[in-house]
């Protein structure tokens, strides 16, 4: 208990402090555009690495010359954690983003940072929002911005290594021409999730997979992406777990 006290605390203090270093931001990103977007996505990456830090999380990032230096992409990862958002988001490059439920938007501070760092609100209960949405999505990776996705909708609490993946997530790629990254994050539930409300010492490991092209693919490859995907995946998922001891 004494670590998720310690994170807490700390998470709470910096919500606190940081909200007139978010105005000045506002205030400074309206006579230099991105500025803020900029300086909170590097603070951010800091924060993370603090909370891994303060988690006693041992990560071990493989693959990671696939990441697109010269192009934005879409990342497409497992979810078991919350943090999946926290270990992989602590060094994505910039500009990256994520897209996350609506109901984050509710907790006061936090969304503030959340829109900081131009993240995407999902209302998974409107389809016409939803839709909203995706084409966000695809302006975003259009602009140069990476977008970070958990296609499965939720956590995976079950012993499937992927849940069903959610309409439209794809489509992000398929219509903005960028390339998906196939992102296996293995054994992040042991941080906090397997043992609550106690977050323990774990070693999790994320693995970034080769990229997949939607353009060079043939109309038949496209129709099966989502498994290409999501074999892609459940393949590194395997092969990691093998590795944690």
Not at 4 to 15: G, S
Not at 168 to 181: D, E, M, Q, W, Y
Not at 234 to 244: G, P, R, Y
């Amino acid at each position: 208990m004494i670590r998720l006290i310690i994170i807490l605390i700390y998470a709470v203090i910096v919500l606190v402090v940081t909200m007139p270093f978010q105005f000045v931001l506002f205030i400074l990103d309206r006579f230099s555009p991105g500025i803020r977007e900029k300086v909170s996505i590097n603070s951010v990456h800091i924060i993370f690495k603090n909370l891994i830090f303060l988690a006693g999380t041992r990560v071990n990032y493989i693959g990671e010359e696939n990441i697109p230096k010269d192009t934005a992409a879409l990342y497409v990862g497992n979810h078991r954690s919350y943090f999946d958002v926290i270990i992989p988001g602590s060094r994505l490059p910039y500009p990256s983003t994520f897209i996350a439920k609506k109901e984050f938007n509710k907790i006061p501070m936090l969304n503030v940072w959340m829109h900081a760092i131009k993240c995407l609100m999902l209302d998974r209960s409107n389809i016409k929002e939803g839709l909203k949405t995706v084409l966000s999505a695809i302006d975003y990776i259009k602009e140069g911005r990476s977008i970070f996705v958990f296609p499965e909708g939720t956590r995976n609490k079950t012993q499937d290594l992927l849940l069903p993946f959610k309409d439209g997530a794809l489509k992000i790629s398929t219509k903005s021409h960028c390339p998906i990254i196939p992102v296996a994050i293995t054994n992040s539930a042991e941080v906090f999730e397997a043992h609550f409300p106690k977050i323990k010492k774990a070693d999790v490991i994320v693995h970034y997979g080769s990229p997949i092209y939607p353009d060079d693919l043939n109309k038949e490859e496209l129709k099966h992406i989502g498994k290409a995907v999501t074999d892609s995946i459940e393949d590194m998922l395997k092969k990691d777990s093998c590795l944690i001891q």
